[in-house]
C-alpha cells in the first residue's frame, strides 16, 4: 500500500508536468464551456424539442472530452515517454510489482479525470444555472465505466506505439474527429444527416448518450448497445494492451 501511495504521488506530479494532459483535461473543457454559454446560454431550447438548456445537455457531453482526452492523450503520451526514457525499465527493477504501477497510473488518471469534470459542474452551475435531473451515483458509475473503456484504448495506442510521438500523433488523430463528431464539442442537432451516420458509431458518441441520458434522469435499458459497445472496447483493449504491452 505504502508503494501505491507514493508512485501515486509521483504519476500525480508527472500529469501536472505534462503539459497536453493537463490542459485537455483541465482547461480546455472549460473554455468551451465558457463559450458554449455566451453563444446558447441555458434557456429551455424549445427550437429542438426540448425542456432543458444547452449547458444542463452540454457537460456531460464536455465530461465525454476529459474521458476523450486523458485515454487518447494522457495516457498514450506518458506510457509511451516513460518507456522510451527507460522509466518502465527501472521500474520493472524495483521491487514494485507491474500491478501496482498500473494501479497507480489507472487511479492518477481517473482522479485527474474527475476533478476535470467537478469543476466543469462547479463552473456552470456558478455562470449558468446548471440543473440536474439525475441520480449521482448512476452517473459516476457511466462516468467511470466509460473512463476504463477510453483508458484501456489508451494503453493499446500505447503498446502499439514505438515512440512517445507516435502516441501522440496517433492519440490526437484519433481524438480531435471523435470530439467534433460524437456531439460532445457541438450538438448532433445541427449536423447533417449523413454526418450523423458516421457519428452515431463512434464510441465517444456512446459516452456522451450514456452520460446525458443518465444526467437527465432517463432510464439506461435503451442505452444496452452503446453500454455492449463500451464493454467490447474496455475488454478487447486491455487484452491486446497486455499482449503486446513493452517495457522497453
Known sequence: MRGLKTLCLIQTKLFLREPAALFFTLVFPCLLLVLFGAIFGNQPMTQWGLSVGYIDMQVPALAAIIIGSVGLIGIPIATA???????????????????????ADVLVNFAMSVIGMAILVVLSKALFGLRFSGSWPVVIAIFTFSACAFFALGYLIASLSPTARVAQT???????????????????????EKVLKVADALPLTHVVNLLQTSWMGEPLAGRAPEMLWLLAMLTVGTAVSVKFFRWE
Not at 518507456?83 to 500491478?99: D, F, G, I, M, N
Not at 481524438?175 to 463528431?181: A, E, N, Q, Y
Not at 460532445?184 to 449536423?191: K, L, S, T, V, Y
Open 81 to 103: 515517454a516513460a518507456r522510451e526514457t527507460r522509466v518502465l525499465r527501472r521500474y520493472r527493477a524495483t521491487p514494485v510489482s507491474p500491478l501496482t504501477l498500473i494501479s
Open 170 to 192: 496517433v492519440g490526437m488523430a484519433t481524438f480531435f474527429p471523435l470530439m467534433f463528431l460524437s456531439g460532445a464539442a457541438m450538438p448532433h442537432q445541427i449536423m447533417p
